[in-house]
């Protein structure tokens, strides 16, 4: 899957192979530190928060509850 930024498509790349090579070579065996992708991670992170603001995304309307409440199955509304 790509990113939403096109140009954070490689950095997303480079920190999904990080990731899957600390899933299996270490999380599956035992090592739950992580820290041996964090600098991809944060690199590819800001990428995304300013692709973000560029696609002029509120988070605020990604982060509201829907299921269960009136605004279930309602179209969003238009910006």
Do not use: R
């Amino acid at each position: 899957m790509n990113s939403i930024g096109e140009n954070c498509n490689e950095l997303k790349k480079q920190y999904d192979s990080c990731f899957l090579t600390w899933f299996s070579e270490k999380f599956l065996k035992g090592e739950t530190n992580d820290e041996m992708c964090a600098p991809f991670f944060k690199v590819y992170q800001q990428c995304v928060k300013k692709a973000i603001q560029e696609h002029h995304i509120d988070l605020k309307v990604i982060e509201q509850d829907h299921l269960g409440t009136e605004n279930e199955n309602k179209v969003p509304p238009k910006s």
